[in-house]
């Protein structure tokens, strides 16, 4: 006897690369794992729910909620519901996303390898959105502890109709007067767009004098910046399959182990507005570009000696000083990090991943893999691969 398709709703914008990614992540899960009978219509956060909803009697739900009258509703139908925004934590419903903190770690690590010792944060209103204010407060922390100053940037208020064209000018103003070299990090990569936009304005150069990050690799939006911008691959495919996967659970009556998932993100994705080294010793500049260029060609600390006229004790305490880590522990994280590109983005086997990566033998990726992230190569692409198209 053949099974009713249980009956979801999935009320996840599709106005925004994230919320796009959450869908092919759960996708990618259907395919897997047998169909649902989708309720879903194209909407944006911001915009009005559905009006079937009020009416609806499914099975399950899959929401973000950006509204407190769409969380309550969904709490209100008392059927099995996961939670992808956690805007509104005191529903008690279950929560699928993305560790922030992990997110702004990657981002400040990212610009802290450059050489960056000042540091610039462009957020959002406060209160607009609870995951910015947090990314902010967490950059700034990083920063100092670190013993580095942060510069934050919160607007203004701002008038009706020619709101974006005067936020923009308070950017400007804001870049222009940071300390240079800086290294900032966006809150998302439509605020990434801004900044750079804003810098065109101001006549402030990237990478050169300001380096910029962002948040979620949205694609259009990070090649259509000039220059190209970084971001933070948050994985929220992932979100959406994990989502997916509780969702399932729930609705065959079975508990979750865990209420509250914040996954890892998937990790830097490099373009040219943070192309650049931030360091005015010329030995230990030169040092640092050949270790990024090569560290993946089975190199080691001898080879980028070679380089530079300096002694292998002078070249450690000036490296280490600079950057509170050892050349080695340099290299390694350069390793892992392009290791985790290509377990993420390609098909390639594990063997020529640690090839390409500079590790002769798979083993000690698997050895470097499991120190750094606690985990093995294969389990990692087995998180984190990038989903094909559900169309393929």
Same mark, same amino acid.
């Given at each position: 006897?053949?099974?009713?398709?249980?009956?979801?709703?999935?009320?996840?914008?599709?106005?925004?690369?994230?919320?796009?990614?959450?869908?092919?992540?759960?996708?990618?899960?259907?395919?897997?794992?047998?169909?649902?009978?989708?309720?879903?219509?194209? &909407?944006?956060?911001?915009?009005?729910?559905?009006? &079937?909803?009020? @009416?609806?009697?499914?099975?399950?739900?899959?929401?973000?909620?950006?509204?407190?009258?769409?969380?309550?509703?969904?709490?209100?139908?008392?059927?099995?519901?996961?939670?992808?925004? &956690?805007?509104?934590?005191?529903?008690?419903?279950?929560?699928?996303?993305?560790?922030?903190?992990?997110?702004?770690?990657?981002?400040?690590?990212?610009?802290?390898?450059?050489?960056?010792?000042?540091?610039?944060?462009?957020?959002?209103?406060?209160?607009?959105?609870?995951?910015?204010?947090?990314?902010?407060?967490?950059? *700034?922390?990083?920063?100092?502890?670190?013993?580095?100053?942060?510069?934050?940037?919160?607007?203004?208020?701002?008038?009706?109709?020619?709101?974006?064209?005067?936020?923009?000018?308070?950017?400007?103003?804001?870049?222009?007067?940071?300390?240079?070299?800086?290294?900032?990090?966006?809150?998302? =990569? =439509?605020?990434?767009?801004?900044?750079?936009?804003?810098?065109? &304005?101001?006549?402030?150069?990237?990478?050169?004098?300001?380096?910029?990050?962002?948040? =979620?690799?949205?694609?259009?939006?990070?090649?259509?910046?000039?220059?190209?911008?970084?971001?933070?691959?948050?994985?929220?495919?992932? %979100?959406?399959?994990?989502?997916?996967?509780?969702? =399932?659970?729930?609705?065959?009556?079975?508990?979750?182990? *865990?209420? @509250?998932?914040?996954?890892?993100?998937?990790?830097?994705?490099?373009?040219?507005?943070?192309?650049?080294?931030?360091?005015?010793?010329? *030995?230990?500049?030169?040092?640092?570009?050949?270790?990024?260029?090569?560290?993946?060609?089975?190199?080691?600390?001898?080879?980028?000696?070679?380089?530079?006229?300096?002694?292998?004790?002078?070249?450690?305490?000036?490296?280490?000083?600079?950057?509170?880590?050892?050349?080695?522990?340099?290299?390694?994280?350069?390793?892992? *990090?392009?290791?985790?590109?290509?377990?993420?983005?390609?098909?390639?086997?594990?063997?020529?991943? %640690?090839? @390409?990566?500079?590790?002769?033998?798979?083993?000690?990726?698997?050895?470097?893999?499991?120190?750094?992230?606690?985990?093995?190569?294969?389990?990692?692409?087995?998180?984190?691969?990038?989903? @094909?198209?559900?169309?393929?």
């Amino acid at each position: 006897m053949t099974r009713t398709p249980r009956r979801v709703a999935l009320l996840i914008e599709t106005s925004r690369k994230y919320g796009r990614a959450l869908l092919h992540g759960i996708f990618r899960y259907l395919r897997e794992h047998g169909p649902w009978s989708l309720y879903f219509q194209p &909407w944006g956060l911001g915009e009005p729910f559905p009006p &079937w909803l009020r @009416r609806w009697d499914g099975d399950g739900i899959l929401v973000r909620a950006d509204s407190r009258e769409l969380a309550n509703l969904v709490a209100r139908k008392g059927i099995p519901a996961i939670e992808l925004r &956690w805007t509104f934590t005191d529903l008690g419903l279950p929560a699928v996303g993305i560790d922030n903190r992990q997110i702004v770690q990657l981002a400040f690590d990212h610009l802290r390898a450059l050489g960056l010792r000042q540091f610039a944060f462009c957020g959002l209103a406060p209160g607009r959105n609870r995951w910015a204010d947090y990314r902010q407060q967490t950059f *700034e922390e990083l920063a100092r502890a670190d013993g580095f100053p942060c510069w934050s940037f919160r607007p203004r208020s701002v008038g009706r109709g020619d709101s974006w064209e005067r936020e923009q000018k308070q950017i400007a103003e804001w870049v222009k007067q940071l300390p240079k070299p800086v290294g900032l990090m966006a809150c998302n =990569d =439509d605020r990434g767009l801004q900044v750079l936009d804003a810098c065109r &304005w101001a006549g402030v150069r990237v990478p050169q004098d300001l380096a910029v990050i962002g948040v =979620d690799n949205d694609e259009f939006l990070c090649n259509l910046a000039s220059p190209p911008m970084s971001s933070v691959d948050v994985g929220a495919d992932n %979100a959406g399959y994990h989502a997916a996967a509780q969702l =399932d659970r729930l609705m065959a009556g079975k508990p979750l182990a *865990e209420h @509250r998932v914040f996954l890892p993100p998937r990790g830097v994705v490099v373009r040219q507005s943070t192309d650049m080294i931030a360091i005015e010793d010329p *030995e230990l500049a030169e040092a640092v570009r050949f270790l990024r260029r090569h560290a993946c060609d089975g190199i080691r600390v001898d080879d980028v000696l070679a380089r530079v006229p300096l002694s292998y004790s002078t070249f450690q305490r000036r490296f280490k000083q600079f950057f509170g880590r050892s050349p080695k522990q340099e290299m390694i994280r350069l390793q892992i *990090e392009r290791a985790r590109e290509l377990l993420s983005q390609t098909d390639l086997s594990l063997a020529e991943v %640690a090839r @390409r990566c500079g590790y002769p033998h798979l083993k000690d990726l698997c050895r470097a893999f499991r120190t750094r992230l606690g985990t093995t190569p294969a389990t990692y692409r087995d998180q984190y691969a990038q989903p @094909r198209s559900p169309l393929n």
